[in-house]
Structures are given as structure tokens and as C-alpha cells.
């Protein structure tokens, strides 16, 4: 869904036109604006059973009709979802393939095709070992923020309501060993969004509510 803005007021939420007979989920805008990338089960009988990556494209008139992502190296599993497009034209997404453990991938685009998908290095990667989500990554991929029941997070007996928003940062060309953002984990499912193109504010969801918060969090986790 979207909303507009126009003369300082916020329009009601409407469906994009692409999403309104399928279920449509985690879109994520390229860097530049020019292309939304999403989950959807268009092909799979309208069910959440399978889910792939899809995009479209921005146009003069509009958005274009949507494309899935190559079904050979990208798209070939139950589930692949949580795009996310980084400056280096390099994608992460969320792979879950029948009895393994979900991992992180990304793969890198070259103007024509994409890579081998790649598990992302340990420590990330040892997430699987624990119920997790939907990544967010920075769009020049210094850090990255995820929901994980990981030690450290709030314990419960629901692996998806302890879930707490962890973050990880790329230094000398390998991921961080992940940390927990106290300043906004709550006890419940805490949900990465998106961060504002100029990247000051994070957006997420805790007990089913939309917040947002300021990203100075981060200098001071990145230490």
C-alpha cells in the first residue's frame, strides 16, 4: 500500500495496482527510487506456501507490470523473500528451502544476470541456527539490521514474539559480530522497515505498531 503527501496533508492508504489481486509482501525501494522490489505468490495459486522476488520498474506513467527474478539462481525454492538492493547493484534476500534452516544470500547483479547466490559469512550466517526474518542493509552496505531470538534478545516461549532487532556492521569487508539495539527492542516481535533515503531515521514495528526512531544508535553500537 501507499499514501500520498500534498499541501502538508497525508492522502488515505491505497493499493498499487500490480499488488491488489495477489498477496504482496516486504517491498523495498532501490536506492535511487527507481525500482520496488517485493515478495509475492503469483505463481504459486495464491498461497504463502511458496513466495519469490519480484520488481517493477519506475515509468513515465507509472509502475511497470512486475518481473520475477531469475527462477534458475534467485527464485527456485519455497521461499525467497526480503529483497534488499544496495548501490552496488548487490541483492540480499532471505532463502528457506523444505527441512534446512533459512539463511541470508545476496548476489550480485552485473547488468545482465545475477551472480551465485552466496550465504552471507559467519557470524550472520549462524543465525539460522535460530528463528529469524527479514533483513534490512544499508544502501552503501555499512550495516545491516534483522530480527533474530538469538541469545540476547527477550526470552519467551514464542520464538516469533521474542524476536528483538539486532544489527551488524561491514568492516574490513566482513560482517560484525551482530548486536542488540536496546535503545528500541521490546519485549514482542520487533520488525525492521526501512530507513529514510537520507538514512537519520529507522522504521520498524513493535507489538504491531509502526515507530520510528533516530539512527544515532548506531555510532554508538558501532564501537
Not at 536506492?31 to 515478495?39: E, I, T
Request: hydrophobic share 30%.
Amino acid at each position: 500500500m501507499f499514501i500520498r503527501q500534498g499541501e502538508g496533508l497525508w492522502s488515505a492508504p491505497d493499493t498499487f495496482a500490480f499488488s491488489k489481486k495477489y498477496h504482496c509482501i516486504e517491498p523495498c525501494f532501490s536506492p535511487d527510487g527507481n525500482m520496488l522490489l517485493f515478495s509475492s505468490d503469483r505463481n504459486s495459486g495464491n498461497t504463502e506456501k511458496t513466495l519469490s522476488i519480484w520488481k517493477v520498474d519506475r515509468t513515465k506513467s507509472g509502475w511497470s507490470e512486475p518481473t520475477q527474478l531469475d527462477t534458475t539462481t534467485i527464485n527456485f525454492n519455497d521461499w525467497t523473500l526480503g529483497a534488499q538492493w544496495t548501490i552496488n547493484e548487490r541483492l540480499y534476500f532471505l532463502r528457506r528451502i523444505s527441512g534446512m534452516p533459512q539463511s541470508f544470500y545476496s548476489a550480485d547483479w552485473n547488468g545482465q544476470k545475477f551472480s551465485e547466490p552466496k550465504p552471507l559469512d559467519a557470524p550472520i550466517h549462524t543465525i539460522s541456527r535460530y528463528t529469524t526474518w527479514n533483513i534490512l542493509v544499508a544502501p552503501d552496505e555499512s550495516y545491516m539490521i534483522f530480527p533474530s531470538e538469538r541469545p540476547g534478545s527477550h526470552q519467551g516461549t514464542d520464538p516469533y514474539a521474542r524476536m528483538d532487532l539486532f544489527v551488524s556492521f561491514r568492516k574490513n569487508n566482513q560482517w560484525t559480530i551482530p548486536k542488540s539495539i536496546d535503545d528500541i527492542n521490546n519485549p514482542g516481535l520487533d520488525y525492521p522497515l526501512t530507513i529514510s533515503p537520507d538514512g537519520k531515521h529507522l522504521f520498524y514495528t513493535s507489538k504491531n505498531t509502526l515507530h520510528w526512531f533516530g539512527t544515532a544508535f548506531l555510532d554508538t553500537l558501532n564501537k
